[in-house]
């Protein structure tokens, strides 16, 4: 019995598709490679020694850290020697120059709530709004050391 042969069609490449793909990536490099010369201009006119020195200096943020151990025992930057009536007045001073300012509250593990709520309402009172709580480094530190004996 004789089998009739299966013509076998051979793979080609399709060329015309090819050829789209290339011209449009050509058009797309084509367009995009004039913006190169115009980045490497800078247009920048700079200030005059004499127009300079009457602009008014820029603000620098303030950053405070507010370490609170007890009501009557809370330092600023380090600086010992507030209770939450000079806290709030020292508060009061900053908010009336205008002064930005980030305030961080720190406390020991057994300072009461009551400590850390004072001092928050000392600059809430002088309508400080950035204010954020951080636990103390050294203190933070020490927990995994413990618990790992």
């Not at 069609?9 to 010369?37: H, Q």
């Not at 303030?62 to 600086?79: F, K, M, Y």
């Not at 900053?94 to 000392?122: F, N, R």
Request: charged letters at 20%; a neutral charge.
């Amino acid at each position: 019995m004789k089998l009739a042969r299966r013509n076998v069609k051979r793979g080609r490449v399709e060329i015309i598709p090819m050829i789209d793909t290339i011209l449009i990536l050509l058009i797309f490099y084509m367009s995009f490679s004039s913006f190169s010369a115009v980045e490497k201009r800078l247009d920048s006119r700079l200030p005059l020694v004499a127009k300079a020195s009457a602009v008014a200096p820029t603000k620098v943020p303030l950053d405070l850290n507010i370490h609170v151990r007890s009501t009557n025992d809370i330092s600023v930057n380090g600086a010992p020697g507030y209770d939450s009536f000079t806290l709030t007045d020292a508060m009061r001073q900053l908010a009336s120059i205008g002064q930005e300012a980030t305030i961080v509250i720190e406390a020991d593990p057994e300072t009461s709530y009551q400590a850390v709520i004072s001092a928050l309402d000392a600059c809430a009172q002088a309508n400080l709004t950035n204010v954020a709580f951080r636990p103390l480094a050294d203190v933070a530190a020490a927990a995994p050391a413990a618990a790992n004996p």
